[in-house]
């Protein structure tokens, strides 16, 4: 099963840009469907972005035009982070699951990474 390890994350004004990398060990994550989400203090885990493995991507409303979620050849993925708010602020994390597409459940995936803190002031 691929391992995932997040980094990027860290304490941005609002309006300023974060990228986000999920590095991937094992299996090439080109394999996988991968999606990025957020979970903010006392709020449910919610769906960032989502990407199938032939491409197609999925983007939260509030994410279009701000974020962009995309992957290399060499195993990472990233999640571009524009015009940050501070309703922004949550741990973020990185996924990968089997499935075929652009899952927006956190049931579509079956391995996580640790999380990454992204904190955006005002």
């Known amino acids: 099963q691929v391992h995932l390890v997040e980094s990027g994350g860290g304490l941005v004004q609002a309006g300023g840009s974060l990228r986000l990398s999920c590095a991937a060990y094992?299996?090439?994550?080109?394999?996988?469907?991968m999606g990025w989400f957020r979970q903010a203090p006392g709020k449910e885990r919610e769906c960032v972005a989502a990407i199938s493995r032939s491409g197609s991507a999925y983007y939260a409303d509030f994410a279009k035009g701000r974020f962009t979620m995309s992957r290399d050849d060499e195993n990472t993925g990233y999640l571009q982070m524009n015009l940050l708010r501070p309703e922004d602020t949550a741990v973020y994390y990185c996924?990968?699951?089997?499935?075929?597409?652009?899952?927006?459940?956190?049931?579509?995936?079956?391995?996580w990474g640790q999380g990454t803190q992204v904190t955006v002031s005002s």
């Open positions: 996924a990968a699951g089997a499935t075929t597409y652009a899952g927006r459940s956190q049931y579509d995936y079956n391995a």
């Open positions: 094992g299996p090439s994550l080109s394999s996988y469907g």
